[in-house]
C-alpha cells in the first residue's frame, strides 16, 4: 500500500550539470500526514551531507517557499527547473506492507520508509523542498514545518522501518532509443545489485539484465541506434538531439569497464 511517494528528477553522477526537477509526488497531509514524514524523512536522511555553504543557503530557499518560489532559478548551485526529460530519478516512498504473523497468515502490515541512495545526497534535499512549493497553500504550512523541524534536528521517524536502497528502485525505466528493446526492464529482480546508471545505460543501449557488456557491441550498438536516431536517416528532428545526448551518455557510462564473462552483475575491468 502507497502512503507517500516523492520522486526527484536530477542530473546522472557521471554527467558535470547540476540540474534538478520534480517528479511524480503523493504527499498527503492529512491524517497521519504521511507526506510530509517523508519530506522530513528525506530532509532529515541527506542535509548532513550537504556542505557548509550549502547548508548556510538552504533556510533561504524555505523562506522563499513560504513567499513563492518561482522556477527555473539557481539554488544551492543547482539549477532548478521544470524540464525532467533526460534526468535521472529517485524514488522515495513511505509504503505499508503485510507481514506473516507465526502461523504464516498474513495478520498485519509494518510501515516501511524506503530512501533512494543511488544519487547525490543534494538534489534530494532541494527535491524535497521543491515537493513542498507544488503543494497547495495549507498542505505547504505542514510540508514546511516538518522540513523546518528536520532542519534544525535531522532525525527519522520512529516506528516506521528504513530501508535504503543503494542502487535505486528496481522497476524505475528511463529512455529507450529507437528500435532498441529492454528485455530485462521492469521485472524488478534481474536488475537487482546492478547501478541505477548502469542499469540506465544499459536499457537505453538495448541490453538487458542477464546480458554480456562487451566493447565491441557497445560501440555497434551506439552506431546502429544513432543512425536510427538521427534525421539524416529518416527520424523525426524534435527531440532528436536529446536521443543522440542520450546514446552518448550512455556510452560513456559503459564502455569504462567491460564484463568478460559472467552477468552484467559480475564485471572486470579491462
Known sequence: MLLAELNVRHTRLHMPTRRVALGDVYLP?????????????????????LDEEQRELLPRLLDDVRTGLTVPRIALRYRLQNDTHGLDRSRHRIVGEARDDRA???????????LDH??????????????????????????????????????????????RLLHGAPDLREFIAPGATASGAGTGDTWRGIPADRRWAMEVLGLGAEMSVERADVQSRFRRLVRMAHPDHGAARDGAAERLAQLREAREVLLPATVVAGSAGAERTG
Do not use: C, N
Not at 504464516?104 to 524506503?114: F, N, P
Open 29 to 49: 497531509t492529512s491524517g497521519p500526514a504521511y507526506g510530509a514524514v517523508l519530506l522530513g524523512a528525506v530532509m532529515s536522511e541527506f542535509v548532513p551531507a
Open 104 to 114: 504464516g497468515t498474513k495478520s498485519d502490515y509494518r510501515v516501511v520508509l524506503e
Open 118 to 163: 543511488h544519487g547525490r545526497a543534494d538534489p534530494q534535499v532541494i527535491g524535497a523542498v521543491l515537493a513542498a512549493t507544488a503543494l497547495p497553500p495549507s498542505a505547504r504550512l505542514v510540508a514546511l514545518r516538518a522540513l523546518d523541524m528536520a532542519l534544525r534536528r535531522p532525525r527519522l521517524p520512529e516506528g516506521i522501518t528504513v530501508r
